[in-house]
C-alpha cells in the first residue's frame, strides 16, 4: 500500500505552459518534502513544507501544504525544458516509524 | 555541500554472484539509506543505518545485507544476486532519519544477467 499517491504519473507539455502535480494521501504528515530527480542523478531537495495550508515559492515554483495536512501540490509556472525530470514527494511515515516515506514520483517533459 | 558519492555508475553481473555496492559520504552524518527504484514504484528502503554497526531493516530487505563499519561509508550487498535484483539502487544520508532532508548519490544501475 503506498502512503503517498502522486498524479499524474506522467506529464509531457509544451514550454512555457503551466501545470500542477499532486501528492496525496488520507494519513496526516508533520512535514513534506519536494525532491526533483533529473536523468541520471540522484533526488535533490526542493523544499520543504511543515505548516497546514502553508505556501511556499521557489522562482517559477510554488509548493502547497494542505490545511489538513494529507496532501501537497507543486504548481509550475511556464515550464522550461529545465524543468524536466522526476518529481517526488515524501515525508516521514505516519505512527512514529522513524523513516520516510517517498511517492511514486511524477515524471514530467517539457519539450522546446 | 553533502557528497555522496556511490562507487559504480553501472554494473553488470551474474546471477547467483555476491555483489557489493559501495557508498561514501562527506558531511559526517549518522544516517545512511539504501533504496531501490523502479519504474511505478518509486523508491523503496531496503536498509538504513543510524549509527556505525546499527542497521535496521527497511520495506524491502529480502535478499539483501549491509555493512557499516565506518561513519562514512555504507555498503550494501547482494548475497546471491537475482534477476529480481536488476534495478537502479540510490545512497542517501542525513542529519536527522526523518526531520533533516536527504543527500542521494548519483546511483548505481545494476544488470544481473
Known amino acids: 500500500t503506498q502512503l503517498l499517491e502522486q498524479s499524474p504519473q506522467f506529464l509531457s507539455i509544451q514550454e512555457g505552459e503551466n501545470l500542477t502535480v499532486y501528492c496525496n494521501s488520507s494519513?496526516?504528515?508533520?512535514?513534506l518534502q519536494w525532491y526533483r530527480q533529473e536523468p541520471g542523478e540522484g533526488p535533490v531537495l526542493l523544499v520543504t513544507?511543515?505548516?497546514?495550508?502553508e505556501v511556499k515559492k521557489l522562482k517559477r515554483l510554488t509548493f502547497q501544504f494542505g490545511d489538513a495536512r494529507k496532501d501537497s501540490s507543486l504548481h509550475i509556472t511556464a515550464a522550461q525544458p529545465g524543468d524536466t525530470g522526476l518529481y517526488l514527494c515524501a515525508g516521514p511515515e505516519p505512527g512514529g516509524y522513524q523513516k520516510v516515506t517517498f511517492g511514486t514520483g511524477t515524471k514530467l517533459q517539457v519539450i522546446p | 555541500d553533502v557528497k555522496v558519492t556511490q562507487s559504480s555508475r553501472y554494473l553488470v553481473k551474474r546471477t547467483g554472484e555476491k555483489v557489493f555496492l559501495e557508498c561514501v559520504q562527506d558531511m559526517d552524518h549518522e544516517n545512511m539509506f539504501w533504496y531501490r527504484q523502479d519504474p511505478g514504484l518509486g523508491l523503496r528502503l531496503i536498509y538504513f543505518s543510524y549509527d556505525v554497526k546499527m542497521k535496521e531493516k527497511g520495506d524491502i530487505p529480502e535478499g539483501y545485507s549491509v555493512s557499516r563499519e565506518k561513519k562514512e561509508r555504507f555498503s550494501l550487498i547482494l548475497e546471491s544476486a537475482s534477476t529480481n535484483q536488476t534495478s537502479m539502487y540510490l545512497c542517501?544520508?542525513?542529519?536527522?532519519?526523518?526531520?533533516?532532508?536527504?543527500?542521494f548519490g548519483d546511483g548505481t544501475r545494476l544488470s544481473i544477467l
Open positions: 513544507v511543515v505548516t497546514g495550508g
Open positions: 494519513s496526516v504528515f508533520s512535514s
Open positions: 542517501a544520508s542525513s542529519a536527522d532519519v526523518i526531520n533533516q532532508p536527504q543527500h
